[in-house]
């Protein structure tokens, strides 16, 4: 049967692609790792500044057993299932369902692909640039004073907020 692509939303980052594969491999059994490609992305908490990754993990075709299909039709009604690595440590594993990414071929540039792309990069900016002003209004000066609480404030015209 084909396993559907799980994602797998924190992964610590002492686990790498191996030991992830060893996991599933020790989980479906067989001779072969059932695993094609694992895909690890850092990424940081923003509430605590911790590392982290996120994973990726596509399946080869896998022997159908009883502990499969149920994890696998649980992953298909887009429940989240809790999976125990090393316990007491556990995944949270749900169905992938992001879209694979599709890059545009590369290629040579015309002078008439050229100016297109030179518009479409000059409406871009136009639309950014308006918002680069709201987020330069909520800036404080570099000449800034502290008042006794801490709070910022402008010389000439006492606190900010």
């Not at 000066?141 to 402008?154: C, R």
Request: proline share 6%.
């Amino acid at each position: 049967m084909q396993f559907p692509s799980i994602f797998i939303p924190r992964v610590s980052c002492n686990n790498n692609e191996a030991y992830i594969e060893s996991i599933f491999w020790h989980y479906f059994g067989g001779n072969e790792t059932p695993i094609s490609r694992i895909d690890l992305i850092l990424k940081e908490d923003a509430r605590s500044g911790q590392i982290y990754q996120i994973a990726f993990v596509h399946f080869k075709e896998v022997a159908e057993t009883e502990s499969i299909q149920s994890l696998a039709s649980q992953l298909e009604n887009g429940e989240s299932v809790k999976f125990v690595h090393s316990y007491p440590w556990f995944w949270i594993l749900r169905k992938n369902t992001s879209k694979p990414k599709v890059r545009g071929m590369p290629r040579v540039l015309t002078e008439k692909d050229e100016a297109e792309i030179m518009k479409a990069q000059e409406e871009l900016k136009a639309k950014k640039a308006p918002q680069e002003e709201e987020k330069g209004k909520k800036r404080l000066p570099y000449d800034a004073e502290f008042d006794e609480y801490g709070e910022p404030m402008d010389p000439q015209h006492g606190t900010f907020w």
